[in-house]
């Protein structure tokens, strides 16, 4: 696909990869539509993207959401699928001054999946639907994964997401490709964005440490990921890892 025929969807687009992916699809002559929680900080985006409130949590938002996008844009054959969140605990741990026993709590596990999981398959239920329908061919979803879909000590939440998000990749590789849709994974390891700027410095400096190529990614690295995803109609199903060569060591 060229990127100036995309009309595409970005969720969680308001701030950090979600913001950079809008600016740099709208650069390269895309049309797009934004999506987030925080409506006030969409209005930050360029005035040319379509910028409306979105909670991927809720169906209905959802579906009214993508009809909107389509109205907008004159169409849609394309999906970024970023909009995530953390809460990052142990499932289980020992307290060391009072010894008491303190676990993950519900609400953290369910806030994690229904943004992560739930909401990001609403969105490829809903996008790819509308695509089938209007026969909009090629079509394109790129799902963000991580890194940490290997495990990651105190993200059990987080994890069981974006592993389930990579299977599922395939999974819907698999059923959409007879229709021209492909479903390409991006699995991101440490990037700048505001939701790792606030890590204390000490950890950042032995995370550094351990990537290969010396630093932690920004957005634009990811971006040239989903650049390549977008543009290269061979591949499908695969999640791609950047992340400096973390997972390597």
Same mark, same amino acid.
């Given at each position: 696909?060229?990127?100036?025929?995309?009309?595409?969807?970005?969720?969680?687009? *308001? !701030?950090?990869?979600?913001?950079?992916?809008?600016?740099?699809?709208?650069?390269?002559?895309?049309?797009?539509?934004?999506?987030?929680?925080?409506?006030?900080?969409?209005? *930050?985006? /360029?005035?040319?993207?379509?910028?409306?409130?979105?909670?991927?949590?809720?169906?209905?938002?959802?579906?009214?959401?993508?009809?909107?996008?389509?109205?907008?844009?004159?169409?849609?054959?394309?999906?970024?699928?970023?909009?995530?969140?953390?809460?990052?605990?142990?499932?289980?741990?020992?307290?060391?001054?009072?010894?008491?026993?303190?676990?993950?709590?519900?609400?953290?596990?369910?806030?994690?999946?229904?943004?992560?999981?739930?909401?990001?398959?609403?969105?490829?239920?809903?996008?790819?639907?509308?695509?089938? *329908?209007?026969?909009?061919? /090629?079509?394109?979803?790129?799902?963000?994964?991580?890194?940490?879909?290997?495990?990651?000590?105190?993200?059990?939440?987080?994890?069981?997401?974006?592993? *389930?998000?990579?299977?599922?990749?395939?999974?819907?590789?698999?059923?959409?490709?007879?229709?021209?849709?492909?479903?390409?994974?991006?699995? /991101?390891?440490?990037?700048?964005?505001?939701?790792?700027?606030?890590?204390?410095?000490?950890?950042?400096?032995?995370?550094?440490?351990?990537?290969?190529?010396?630093?932690?990614?920004? /957005?634009?690295?990811?971006?040239?990921?989903?650049?390549?995803?977008?543009?290269?109609?061979?591949?499908?199903? !695969?999640?791609?890892?950047?992340?400096?060569?973390?997972?390597?060591?």
């Amino acid at each position: 696909m060229q990127l100036r025929d995309v009309k595409v969807i970005v969720t969680g687009a *308001a !701030r950090g990869m979600g913001a950079h992916f809008a600016q740099r699809l709208l650069e390269a002559g895309a049309q797009v539509a934004a999506g987030d929680v925080d409506e006030a900080a969409l209005d *930050a985006l /360029p005035a040319k993207v379509h910028k409306r409130k979105l909670d991927v949590r809720r169906e209905g938002d959802v579906a009214e959401f993508v009809g909107w996008a389509r109205d907008a844009m004159g169409g849609l054959n394309a999906l970024v699928n970023n909009a995530g969140i953390i809460r990052d605990g142990l499932l289980v741990r020992k307290d060391r001054t009072t010894g008491e026993i303190k676990t993950m709590t519900t609400e953290d596990w369910r806030a994690v999946l229904d943004v992560n999981l739930t909401g990001a398959t609403f969105m490829v239920r809903e996008v790819v639907a509308r695509m089938l *329908a209007t026969e909009a061919r /090629p079509g394109i979803v790129v799902n963000m994964s991580s890194i940490s879909r290997l495990g990651n000590k105190g993200q059990s939440n987080y994890v069981a997401t974006k592993a *389930a998000l990579a299977a599922n990749t395939l999974t819907w590789a698999r059923e959409f490709a007879p229709h021209g849709i492909r479903v390409v994974a991006i699995a /991101p390891g440490m990037i700048e964005t505001p939701m790792t700027q606030g890590m204390q410095q000490k950890a950042r400096d032995a995370l550094v440490a351990a990537i290969p190529v010396g630093r932690i990614g920004v /957005p634009e690295d990811i971006w040239m990921a989903v650049k390549f995803a977008i543009e290269c109609d061979y591949v499908n199903g !695969r999640t791609l890892e950047i992340d400096g060569g973390l997972t390597m060591t």
